[in-house]
């Protein structure tokens, strides 16, 4: 079993910074994606910020020059760095991973996982 354990969010005026931490425990063999998502309310929940095994990395339209998704490979932790932020950034955070579990020849065994969800509220 693996699980995803969130940290970092809270409540925040508009303009200031939250850094969120996503830590993977478990039995886990690697990690390949690791990703972001956020649902506000009333609202579907959307890819905030993605980032493969490798560090590459993906951001919304809305997120773009203002997140930064980082991730240390050797301690299974996502981080999103959130600077600048606005009201809009109002959301519950979670926390995806994409996690090799075990191997059998050239096969992988491969599952999705998500995390409890953190939430950040940013005051205007």
């Known amino acids: 079993q693996v699980q995803l354990v969130e940290s970092g969010g809270g409540l925040v005026q508009a303009g200031g910074s939250l850094r969120l931490s996503c830590a993977a425990s478990g039995s886990i063999l690697s990690i390949n994606s690791m990703e972001w998502y956020r649902q506000a309310p009333r609202k579907q929940r959307e890819l905030a910020a993605s980032i493969t095994s490798g560090g590459i990395t993906n951001y919304a339209d809305s997120v773009k020059g203002r997140f930064t998704i980082s991730r240390d490979n050797a301690k299974n932790t996502v981080y999103l760095q959130m600077n600048s932020l606005k009201p809009e950034d109002t959301a519950v955070y979670y926390c995806?991973?994409?996690?090799?579990?075990?191997?059998?020849?050239?096969?992988?065994?491969?599952?999705?996982?998500w995390g409890q969800g953190t939430q950040v509220t940013v005051s205007s």
């Open positions: 995806y991973a994409e996690v090799v579990t075990g191997k059998r020849g050239y096969s992988e065994y491969t599952y999705a996982y």
